[in-house]
């Protein structure tokens, strides 16, 4: 209670504060009432994205492209390219960058009934690199995605299109 001139209670003060403290508990209570809804209808999902792995090969030395490299690839799924068979090849073109789409690439996800929590997880393909070749450059040892130093993030280009940029260093082979 505040007070007035000469020690008395100051009427205009006390409801004042009744209603400032009552917002605040109802701001409170709303708030907390948010949260819990949010977390409570918190929804899994599965999905798939078409997704876009571009692997971008430099020489080591000099951080340009690398053009006509082959690529060896091993898929370890079925899943990651449909209808295809579990080895296959790709080519850097003249930017250096060898380029596949999958299609129908997996991603999931979590998401809360307010959308304070939207979580969203694109799977890499389960490829082995099992060597790179090209001329003038010293062969690559076998790599797969999993490998740290290989390991980037997979951007959202739009909603159901990503990509995945691998960038390769090749080093020059001695004569």
Not at 15 to 28: D, E, G, M, W
Request: net charge positive.
């Amino acid at each position: 209670m505040e007070l007035g001139k000469m020690g008395t209670p100051n009427p205009e003060a006390t409801p004042v504060r009744k209603r400032v403290r009552t917002a605040l508990i109802v701001l409170s209570l709303v708030a907390i009432t948010a949260a819990l809804f949010d977390r409570l209808f918190c929804i899994k999902w599965i999905g798939n994205t078409e997704l876009t792995v571009e692997f971008a090969i430099t020489d080591a030395e000099t951080g340009q492209p690398v053009v006509g490299a082959t690529l060896d690839i091993h898929s370890e799924t079925k899943y990651s390219r449909p209808g295809e068979e579990d080895k296959f090849q790709l080519r850097s073109d003249h930017d250096g960058v060898a380029r596949v789409v999958i299609p129908h690439n997996t991603c999931i996800g979590d998401t809360s009934g307010l959308r304070f929590t939207d979580i969203r997880v694109v799977y890499p393909p389960q490829w082995t690199i099992l060597r790179i070749n090209a001329q003038g450059y010293q062969k690559s040892e076998e790599f797969c995605f999993f490998d740290p130093r290989y390991r980037q993030p997979i951007v959202r280009l739009a909603r159901g299109k990503d990509r995945l940029v691998v960038p390769i260093m090749l080093r020059k082979s001695t004569p």
